[in-house]
């Protein structure tokens, strides 16, 4: 009798951490927004999310409303993610180059009309980059974004050339990549 | 009776256990706070100065270190112009050029402190054509102007 009834209390606990478990599982996506919200910078808003492999991703974010434009590099944890590196700039519209952790990304907004996007590097590489893209949900005040990101964890992105086509293949932009990542995280004011 | 004893010792265990959790979370809690204030004063002094800022670690503690933007340089123009004109405020040269952003934020809102109380000192008559402490920091940050503002970088033939 006492056996039966032990039986059940751990058959019991069993099913409901097997519910509990389903009900609060959360994908990677949500746990990187999490992570991102964690940071606690006024009016957060996490943009399109890479993941690069299994273990590292890059998110795009805003803060401040539409004040600052911020990539963070994320590492996968036991439990979650975890922030290595971020960044954040006024947000200007202009190509954001920064480097993190393991990568050196590129990235700014999309215009509606980009189609193609591509990267030379300085040496020589042509490449193209992802146009990413995030619906948000207005209901919440959430931002839509279209952005496109080019990121390396072993070129180097200085001075590279970024060109950006519309579906005729027509030129819409040709953007140059500083030479130095951060804005230059040594530059002072006079 | 000895069935007493042991509900006793239970509720008591349960007791001093369930405090002890409390005070651990109350503590977790504590230092969350902690970092989220330091992370909004940060937010702030980027805000403020339009700075680009770079984490190094979101956890506690949090590293970050901060480079001026192109929108920096007008600031920092009217600062210094406040510094020439304002007593108490002054232009921490060396610690903008280090970079050294948070403390020069601090130093500045010290100086608007000090000017308060000089302002605060005075008559009412001298205060009407004084620029209000609370204009320093708009005047920096957003480039709001009230009348004494306007008047006190006309004569001092202020351009931006």
């Known amino acids: 009798m006492r056996k039966k009834i032990a039986v059940l209390i751990v058959g019991i606990i069993i099913v409901i951490s097997i519910i509990l478990a389903v009900l609060f599982k959360r994908d990677d996506q949500q746990k990187i927004v999490e992570e991102i919200n964690a940071m606690n910078l006024p009016l957060t808003d996490v ?22 434009i911020g990539v963070a590099e994320l590492d996968k944890t036991l439990f979650g993610w975890d922030i290595s590196r971020a960044t954040s700039e006024f947000l200007s519209g202009d190509v954001q180059f920064v480097e993190l952790n393991h990568f050196s990304v590129i990235q700014t907004w999309a215009d509606p009309s980009v189609q193609d996007v591509s990267v030379e590097l300085e040496n020589g590489v042509i490449d ?57 995280l040594d530059r002072t004011v006079e | 009776m000895k069935k007493k004893v042991i509900v006793l010792g239970i509720a008591i265990g349960v007791i001093v256990v369930g405090s002890l959790i409390k005070s651990y979370y109350h503590q977790v809690q504590e230092k969350e706070y902690d970092r989220i204030r330091q992370i909004r004063y940060y937010a702030n002094v980027s805000e403020t100065f339009k700075l680009g800022s770079y984490y190094y670690s979101t956890n506690d503690p949090v590293k970050v270190r901060y480079y001026p933007t192109s929108y920096t ?21 060396a610690l903008i050029k280090e970079n050294k952003w948070e403390e020069a934020v601090r130093m500045l809102e010290e100086d608007i402190e000090a000017y308060r109380d000089y302002y605060s000192s005075k008559e009412y008559s001298e205060q009407e054509v004084m620029v209000h402490p609370r204009e320093v920091m708009a005047f920096i940050g957003d480039n709001s102007r009230s009348d004494n503002v306007t008047e006190l970088l006309e004569e001092a033939n202020f351009e931006d």
């Open chain 1, 128 to 184: 193209s980059a992802q146009i990413l893209i995030k619906e948000g949900d207005t209901k919440k005040g959430e931002i839509s974004f279209r952005n496109w990101l080019y990121y390396s964890d072993t070129e180097d992105l200085s001075n590279a050339i970024v060109t950006t086509y519309d579906k005729d293949g027509e030129v819409v932009e040709v953007i140059e990549v500083p030479d130095q990542p951060n804005e230059g």
């Open chain 2, 73 to 93: 340089q007008y600031r920092v123009e009217r600062w210094k112009v406040l510094a020439e004109l304002l007593p108490y405020i002054e232009y921490p040269e």
């Open chain 1, 47 to 68: 943009g399109p999310i890479e993941f690069v492999d299994n273990d590292h991703a890059l998110a795009i974010f805003l803060w401040s409303g539409i004040g600052h």
